[in-house]
Each structure stands twice: as structure tokens, then as C-alpha cells.
């Protein structure tokens, strides 16, 4: 059967196409750790962000040498891509065991940088000895963002360990058959809200805009100069802070009040969107105090309740 013949123009349409899609790299959470400790150096928050750095260092053990943990169901991932949801749906996987055997991996390897904070300690030792149920009961609501009904020192902990799994399926996963949909604001690999957007600063992405998912790290080409939250293309603000070193600016709308940070390789080369996300929260700081609304949390530094 002959094949369709393109046009010259044709040809060079679909050569400049952008990638829908992009995978994180497999040493994801090594480069995010090593980025956290280049941070914290000078950083009002440097003890915080070393933290981080340690217990990104967890996952990438955990992600480098993972238990024995189902596949997701190939037909049921099929399944998904072709009725255009995500195959890794985090809201019903979420409810599901197969990540808590994950949790505990990421437990073990864990190690609380010296010298030890004993409140940290005994929040590991209340993750460690919490039946699954109620493990399962956190992470619902930390993904259905019911911050409240997790406890404050739990829900970075049980959001790392979120994010491990969710990566870990995500680069085990054939994601070719995903078409592209326009205005695609959530995930398209597990349905969650993105951290951050990443303008791109050289090759054949540079100045494209990708999306970073919060939980799984996929990232998918998003238009710039319109929200991702109410598609609004009217005038965007684009809000930074002099002194900030890290290429975050904050895209907020004022038609729904919601804002995005976006992180400019062209400025940070080196830059990765958790870490930058973390290092700039007086950005955040700055934008709740004229009104505007975070579109979703970084896992790894949650509102938690109380309790």
C-alpha cells in the first residue's frame, strides 16, 4: 500500500512540531538533591533545603533499586490513553496498596542529617508505626488537597513518597500512544495539577514552554502567554524579585487570580523546577499577599494540619 507523500512544507511543519510529552531522567531525584544543596549554601532556608536534599537522595536509592511492586495493568494503561485519561490516574491509584511498599523502601533508606531534630524523628517514627489505611488516608487527601487532615510534619514525607512511586511507574510506562489535547491542564500521565512550568533555553524546545507535573514529574508542552488554569489569553503579569538568583518569574492571571512559576533555563542553566520552586518561596510570599492563588502545592513542602 503507498505511503502518503509530504510536501516540502509538510515535512518541515512536522520537524518543528514540538514533543508533546517529556520523561524526567532517571536520576531525577539525584540531580533535584544535588540542586537542593547547591541552594541552601547562603539560603535563609538552607537547613530546610538540605533536608530536602536528603530526602531526595532516599528516593533516587529507592527509584535505583525498587521493590517488588505491580506494574500498573498494561490493558488498563491502554485502556485509559485511548478514551484520553491518564493512565497512572493518581486519584484512584492513590487508594490503591501498591505505593505504600514503596513508602516503607523509601523509610528504610532515609537517613535524618546530623545532627538528628528528635520532632523530625518522632514524625518518621508516627509514618513508620501508621497502619496502611490510614497511610492511604493521608495521601487521598493530600493529593485531593485536604491539607487539613494531614499532620505538618507527615505530609512532605508521605509526599516524597508519592512522588517516588508515581516516577517510578511513569519511567517503567509507553506513554507513545498519548495524543496531544489542547489546553491540557492537568497531567497527562496521572491526572495531577503541574508545580511549574520550564521555559526551555536551547535546542529544539528552546523557548517552548513544558508543564511539570507535581507528582510523576512528566512534563507536556503547554502555549505560552495563556493560564493553564482558566485559559484566559488576555494580559498575563509576569512577577519576580530582584534579588532572586534562581530564573523563577511567576506567571499570574489576573482574570482568575491563580499563578504559575516558571523557571527560565536561559537564566539557570542548571536550574530543575522542585528545587527552584523551594528556593523562591518569598516569590510565593509576595503573590499571596496581593490575592493570588498557588495553583497547586510542591510535595515536598505542604500546609499540613495539626495533628
Known amino acids: 500500500m503507498p505511503g502518503t507523500i509530504l510536501e516540502p512544507g509538510q515535512i518541515a511543519a512536522a520537524a518543528s512540531k514540538p514533543a508533546f510529552l517529556q520523561l524526567p531522567p532517571r536520576q531525577l531525584f539525584a540531580l533535584r538533591a544535588e540542586r537542593l544543596a547547591d541552594l541552601a549554601d547562603g539560603h535563609a532556608l538552607g537547613d530546610y533545603l538540605r533536608l530536602l536534599a536528603a530526602v531526595c537522595h532516599a528516593q533516587q536509592q529507592v ?3 525498587p521493590p517488588a511492586v505491580a506494574a500498573p495493568d498494561p490493558q488498563r494503561c491502554a485502556q ?7 493512565p497512572l490516574a493518581c486519584d484512584s491509584g492513590v487508594r490503591e496498596e501498591a505505593w505504600l511498599a ?3 523502601a523509601w523509610l528504610a533508606a532515609f537517613v535524618l542529617p546530623a545532627p538528628v531534630n528528635p520532632s523530625l524523628a518522632a514524625v518518621l517514627d508516627q509514618l513508620r508505626d501508621a497502619a496502611g489505611g490510614q497511610r492511604k488516608a493521608w495521601g487521598v487527601a493530600l493529593l485531593g488537597g485536604q491539607f487539613a487532615g494531614v499532620p505538618a510534619g ?8 508519592l512522588q517516588l512511586a508515581w516516577s517510578h511507574w511513569l519511567l517503567g510506562l509507553d506513554l507513545s500512544a498519548i ?7 492537568t497531567c ?11 521555559i526551555h533555553g536551547q535546542g529544539s524546545r528552546n523557548g517552548l514552554r513544558y508543564l511539570v507535573c507535581s507528582l510523576c514529574a512528566c512534563e507536556w508542552h503547554y502555549v505560552r502567554l495563556k493560564c493553564n488554569h482558566c485559559r484566559s489569553t488576555k494580559r498575563l503579569d509576569h512577577l519576580h524579585l530582584e534579588h532572586s538568583p534562581h530564573g523563577v518569574r511567576a506567571e499570574a ?4 487570580r491563580h499563578y504559575l512559576k516558571q523557571l527560565y533555563l536561559e537564566l539557570e542553566p542548571a536550574g530543575e523546577a522542585l528545587s527552584a520552586d523551594l528556593a523562591s518561596l518569598d516569590l510565593d510570599l509576595l503573590l499571596d499577599g496581593q490575592g493570588y492563588l498557588r495553583q497547586a502545592p510542591n510535595l515536598l513542602l505542604i500546609p ?4
Open 179 to 185: 495524543v496531544k489535547a489542547e489546553d491540557q491542564q
Open 80 to 86: 485509559a490513553i485511548a478514551h484520553g485519561l491518564p
Open 188 to 198: 497527562p500521565a496521572c491526572g495531577a495539577l503541574p508545580m511549574a512550568g520550564v
Open 63 to 65: 527509584l535505583d533499586a
Open 102 to 104: 514503596l513508602l516503607d
Open 304 to 307: 499540613g494540619g495539626d495533628g
Open 253 to 256: 492571571c489576573p482574570e482568575c
Open 154 to 161: 507527615v505530609a512532605p514525607f508521605v509526599g516524597a513518597a
